[in-house]
């Protein structure tokens, strides 16, 4: 039987039951946990050297009262690298490649930053869907506007992620199936796509930890607006 090349992202089922809470996680129990010892191995420390860089950077855009979402940022930054690296190993499933996913993670935290910026500057916050020094009669049309393009953002951070991981899998499923068909055919075309296919591994490792870093980012950036 042919499979289609979107087989890979269809939600893996055991004996009728879906897969994918055991793929959220999975993740968790890959890093190890801190110990009470005054010093720590090298991947502990490695670990924590990463996540206090991270959390500098994360914080350096947001005022002091959006510090109090390091913790849950940097926890969503590390839970997507991983979940996006563990997708690259073969015969594993990547569950944010699934708009579901990403969407149900995106709006609650969108939201959570609209509700903050509501609840403690309402005026300031009301103030984003009006540019100031706008023309009389262009203030309903861009009323309009800035409210589709604030309810749009979870949308935009979910199809964001969903639609550069798929284009990459795609891309290592079709180079990777063109240089197994022509491996008997013409084994030096095979070699350099093969050649190709490694290289494109590389950029999809680095798209992986790019657009968790982005995701994360763009929602700092929304904090930052409402705090």
Excluded: C
């Amino acid at each position: 039987m042919t499979l289609s090349f979107f087989d890979q992202f269809l939600s893996p089922t055991h004996l009728g039951v879906p897969l994918m809470a055991l793929a959220l996680t999975l993740p968790w129990i890959l890093y190890p946990a801190p110990t009470a010892r005054w010093l720590n191995n090298r991947l502990l420390a490695l670990q924590g050297w990463f996540i206090n860089r991270f959390t500098q950077q994360l914080l350096l855009p947001l005022s002091l009262g959006g510090h109090k979402w390091a913790a849950l940022l940097t926890s969503l930054m590390v839970f997507l690298i991983t979940l996006n690296m563990l997708g690259l190993l073969p015969y594993t499933f990547t569950p944010t490649t699934q708009l579901s996913l990403n969407l149900g993670l995106a709006t609650p935290l969108w939201l959570a930053t609209v509700i903050i910026g509501m609840r403690n500057q309402p005026t300031h916050a009301l103030g984003h869907l009006l540019p100031e020094g706008t023309p009389g009669p262009l203030i309903p049309v861009l009323i309009i506007i800035e409210t589709i393009s604030l309810f749009i953002r979870p949308l935009a951070l979910g199809v964001r992620l969903t639609a550069n991981l798929t284009a990459g899998h795609l891309l290592i499923q079709l180079i990777a199936t063109a240089a197994f068909v022509l491996m008997p055919l013409m084994p030096t075309v095979a070699l350099l796509t093969s050649a190709v296919l490694v290289l494109l591994t590389l950029l999809e490792i680095a798209v992986a930890m790019i657009q968790a870093y982005v995701f994360v980012l763009l929602l700092t950036l929304y904090l930052q607006e409402n705090v």
